[in-house]
């Protein structure tokens, strides 16, 4: 399964944009970008995914770099009800998401 | 619409016993997944349904861990003789079909094994 890497945790202020970082440099031609998000006691959310071009929606934007090596969940502003566990998945369609650790946002008011 | 829902929402058991998990997909998805969370870490994959088949059980630990989806719908997670390790949270996707990608999840049923 595809790996991403995600850093453990950023903090954001309210009203305040903020651009959450995904590595996946072993992705491969036909892998998809997924972000989902899990707020406290709750199951996870679908965000956003994209496999080329810059998606928005919503909710988000997903800006993906021309190598696809990267990408970035961008929340144009941010509330107290976006604090939450964001994960970046690579998948092939119909296929298990596979979870990391995922990033720990916490937005202060 | 109605989304996913699971029961129960909590169940504690004993060591040893037999636990039934059950899911409501959103009406219509003929995917459904079933995923395992432990404290403080992501979602692991267990289970994904295609209709009523098992279309990938890899995620399954060992032979105490089986679901069912007999109609395509409600499927059931079933764990034979409880360990304290199987204490998590059970979570419940679905999605429309194999090809949408985009999976839409329960509220978990945590279980609790003394």
């Known amino acids: 399964d595809a790996k991403t890497t995600q850093p453990n945790s950023m903090e954001s202020n309210e009203e305040e944009p903020v651009h959450l970082p995904c590595n996946h440099s072993t992705i491969s031609g036909t892998d998809y970008i997924h972000w989902y998000r899990q707020l406290p006691s709750q199951g996870p959310e679908y965000v956003i995914h994209?496999?080329?071009s810059n998606v928005n929606n919503r909710m988000a934007s997903l800006a993906i770099a021309e190598d696809r090596k990267s990408s970035t969940l961008i929340l144009h502003r941010a509330t107290l009800r976006d604090a939450a566990v964001y994960y970046c998945?690579?998948?092939?369609?119909?296929?298990?998401?596979?979870f990391g650790a995922g990033t720990i946002l916490r937005v202060k008011s | 619409g109605a989304g996913v829902s699971q029961t129960p929402s909590n169940k504690v058991t004993e060591k040893g016993k037999y636990v039934e998990l059950r899911c409501d997909p959103i009406s219509g998805h003929t995917a459904l997944y079933w995923y395992r969370q432990s404290l403080g870490q992501g979602p692991e994959f267990l289970i994904y349904f295609q209709g009523t088949g098992a279309a990938d059980d890899s995620g399954l630990p060992n032979d105490r861990f089986f679901a069912v989806r007999p109609e395509g719908s409600v499927s059931t997670l079933k764990i034979q003789r409880t360990e304290r390790g199987d204490s998590a949270v059970y979570l419940c996707?679905?999605?429309?079909?194999?090809?949408?990608?985009?999976?839409?999840f329960g509220p978990g049923t945590r279980l609790l094994v003394l």
């Open positions: 994209g496999l080329t």
């Open positions: 998945i690579l998948m092939e369609y119909g296929n298990k998401l596979v």
């Open positions: 996707a679905s999605s429309r079909d194999s090809t949408t990608g985009t999976q839409y």
